[in-house]
């Protein structure tokens, strides 16, 4: 070899070295970058975090402005839609947040009912109790040395900071202010393991993480019984035995939400010990108790599932309206926020003001009547067994849409519907107390019938107690069907009467 070839090589190898340095450099700007700025969001959601009371056990996370900067929100105008419509969006997004963490304590063995709801917001600008105040059609208090501003939506506004401010429903004056005076003294994230590390995975791509904490939740008498009656392990002692132990020991379940062009999500159920148990029967296990608690979504159905040490989930693409309606299980506990600035709302007399108000609260509730009526005409389980839960939320959701300048008949006319949501929801949850209480009286391996010709029948326990709980469901039914019909009545008739009365379509 020549000393110039020499050379050359040499200089070969000293440029291939000073390359990859600088891509060592690069590689480790950007990690040192990334970290810091994942720190520095973490440290941001902290602030809000360190706010919830200790008793949370349900949590969403959402970095409202990366929300709003996704294709799909810029495409349908999330950010720059009035108030009133927010209700067809698949989540309330005030315009002016920046971050905002939602907070319940709920009752999973209960369809979820909540002790307390709450949610602090951090805002991208100054607003007062008094805007909101005005704006909400409540009035200014002060709680705990604390501008606050109580809402007809029952509920409670209180300013941390400028920019900063804290919601809780129901209005309790008296846990508000004990909740705020925690808020004010707490510097550190007091919620448990399961919530904090769901809330540390919200980051630039997944911009809304849901989670409930599930230790020690389930009730092993209510378990064993379902795994018996289960089609899965019915037939099976010892899979029963399986199942209990790993259900048992659930710790908890998270739905993290990407979205850019549209909306994917990934729905994560963990466990404390492995789901090999599960085995091929895991996707269609998780989607029967789903169905069962009444939180399933019927795009869940086409959804990839996997199995991976002691988690099982379930991906897939979320559309606007499955959006709505989980996320209805924690959401802001009012529908306005300042919508006095909305100059969409300058008009030039006061019949076009009532006219354009009530045009937007008749479209937000045939907007949530429509959810429930595509999950019935496409849901084989919702026409069977139609959530409660659901019911119950979208009734309370019409209940807190903005009512300032609406027509009275038109309001009156939500109340209805929002009442007969709720007598549905109470009809399907009477509906299960009743099968329980009935098959509570049956006891023993067999039941014995008379059958009117001096004979007596014999028939084992697990087809009487199926026969109770269809018995149970079709009454329940059959309410609702009845009273679904009475609510497309209502509505074609006050869509016709707003449409006379104000010239424009309704």
Request: aromatic content about 8%; hydrophobic content about 40%.
């Amino acid at each position: 070899m020549t000393a110039i070839s020499v050379q050359h090589q040499h200089q070969q190898q000293r440029r291939a070295k000073v390359v990859s340095q600088t891509r060592l450099l690069v590689i480790a700007a950007i990690a040192i970058i990334t970290s810091d700025h994942a720190a520095v969001a973490q440290g941001q959601f902290d602030k809000l975090l360190s706010r919830l009371p200790v008793s949370t056990n349900a949590l969403m996370v959402i970095d409202v402005e990366s929300v709003h900067r996704s294709a799909l929100a810029v495409k349908e105008g999330w950010k720059d839609r009035h108030e009133t419509a927010y209700v067809n969006q698949p989540l309330i997004l005030p315009p002016e947040s920046r971050r905002l963490v939602l907070a319940a304590q709920m009752n999973p063995n209960h369809d979820f009912a909540q002790t307390w709801e709450g949610a602090v917001v951090e805002l991208t600008e100054d607003i007062s109790m008094r805007s909101i105040a005005r704006a909400e059609g409540g009035y200014v208090d002060q709680i705990a040395g604390r501008p606050a501003a109580w809402t007809p939506s029952d509920a409670y506004f209180v300013e941390f900071d400028s920019k900063t401010v804290g919601i809780m429903h129901p209005a309790h004056r008296q846990a508000v202010a004990r909740w705020a005076e925690y808020a004010d003294r707490n510097r550190t994230v007091s919620l448990s393991p399961y919530l904090k590390r769901a809330a540390a995975s919200v980051d630039a791509r997944t911009q809304i993480v849901l989670a409930m904490d599930l230790d020690n939740v389930v009730q092993p008498h209510r378990l064993q019984e379902r795994l018996r009656e289960s089609e899965f392990t019915r037939d099976d002692p010892a899979k029963q035995q399986q199942w209990f132990q790993l259900i048992k020991g659930i710790q908890g379940v998270g739905l993290s939400v990407d979205i850019g062009t549209s909306a994917r999500a990934t729905l994560q159920v963990d466990f404390s010990a492995s789901t090999a148990p599960l085995g091929r029967d895991a996707k269609a296990v998780l989607l029967s108790v789903l169905e069962q608690h009444g939180i399933a979504v019927s795009e869940m159905r086409d959804w990839s599932a996997s199995v991976s040490g002691t988690s099982l989930k379930l991906s897939g693409v979320l559309t606007a309206s499955g959006m709505r309606r989980l996320f209805s299980l924690l959401e802001l506990p009012t529908a306005k926020f300042s919508s006095l600035k909305d100059e969409s709302y300058v008009v030039s007399n006061e019949d076009d003001v009532i006219a354009k108000a009530s045009q937007g609260y008749f479209k937000s509730v045939s907007t949530l009547l429509n959810d429930l009526h595509n999950e019935m005409a496409t849901n084989r389980d919702a026409r069977r067994n139609m959530s409660a839960v659901y019911l119950e939320r979208y009734g309370r959701r019409i209940d807190r849409l903005p009512i300032l300048n609406v027509d009275e008949e038109l309001l009156a006319y939500g109340a209805a519907v929002s009442e007969t949501l709720r007598g549905v929801s109470s009809s399907s949850r009477m509906a299960g107390v009743r099968s329980g209480v009935r098959k509570s009286s049956v006891y023993g391996n067999y039941q014995y019938e008379y059958d009117g010709n001096g004979y007596y029948t014999s028939r084992d326990n697990a087809s009487v107690k199926s026969q109770i709980r269809t018995e149970e469901r079709a009454e329940a039914r059959a309410v609702r069907f009845k009273s679904f019909k009475e609510i497309e009545d209502e509505t074609a008739a006050i869509r016709a009467q707003m449409t006379r009365k104000y010239k424009v379509e309704f």
